[in-house]
């Protein structure tokens, strides 16, 4: 079965630390993946996505995902997080051949400690 | 400009009454979408429509019912409203191979 799990619910982390947000997925095709964060009464947005080549994909606001197959995890990471990315982040997985396919996990809330 | 807009942003309303959800968008794409999220973030697919003609239709109850009068608007109506049916519904868009877009959400909440 397709599924995609975001193991981490919420996170908290200081104001200028690394980040890592972790996904695994479970496809049975060649997966596309993808990154999108939802702000507070917003709708989601692309942060990045991966569809073939180079494993290490760079995204907006200076977000950056490894695909690594042998593991099925696409991990999203940020090397000095601000307050203003203080949201819920959802990994999804589908068919790059239809968007309608996609498969969202169940998100993980980041928190920003001053 | 909003590239995928719906209104309103925020729905209360009784159980048993009708409701309904507008989307429209801006950015030219053949397939719009609603989704579902619930209490838990959990984000669900409920329909897709591709140029006005309904291709996915997950399993929802017959009391939602979609409707694309064109391609650039799909909206969503509820009968009968149930508690359960509290949530945030997300009207999406996408064309072709591209990612999804979201609009900000609908949140309705049922008492």
């Known amino acids: 079965a397709q599924s995609v799990t975001q193991p981490d619910i919420h996170i908290t982390v200081s104001e200028g630390a690394s980040l890592e947000l972790r996904c695994n997925y479970s496809?049975?095709?060649?997966?596309?993946l993808f990154w999108y964060v939802q702000s507070p009464g917003q709708g989601l947005q692309l942060l990045l996505k991966?569809?073939?080549?180079?494993?290490l994909v760079q995204g907006i606001k200076g977000f950056e995902a490894e695909f690594k197959r042998s593991q099925s995890s696409f991990n999203l990471r940020k090397p000095s997080v601000h307050w203003s990315d203080a949201a819920e982040y959802f990994c999804?997985?589908?068919?790059?051949?239809?968007?309608?396919?996609?498969?969202f996990g169940s998100g993980t809330r980041l928190s920003i400690r001053p | 400009d909003t590239a995928v807009s719906q209104t309103p942003k925020y729905l209360v309303t009784q159980m048993g009454n009708d409701k309904s959800i507008k989307c429209e968008q801006n950015l030219g794409h053949d397939t719009m979408y609603w989704y579902k999220q619930d209490s838990k973030k959990f984000l669900k697919i409920m329909f897709s429509?591709?140029?006005?003609?309904?291709?996915i239709n997950e399993t929802v109850p017959n009391r939602f019912s979609p409707k694309s009068p064109d391609k650039a608007h799909l909206n969503l109506h509820i009968n009968s409203l149930e508690l359960g049916d509290s949530a945030v519904y997300f009207c999406?868009?996408?064309?072709?191979?591209?990612?999804?877009?979201f609009g900000n959400g609908t949140r309705l909440t049922v008492t």
């Open positions: 429509y591709n140029n006005k003609e309904l291709i």
């Open positions: 999406a868009s996408s064309e072709g191979d591209s990612p999804l877009h």
């Open positions: 496809y049975g095709a060649t997966p596309y």
């Open positions: 991966y569809f073939s080549g180079d494993t």
């Open positions: 999804a997985v589908g068919s790059y051949s239809s968007a309608s396919k996609i498969i």
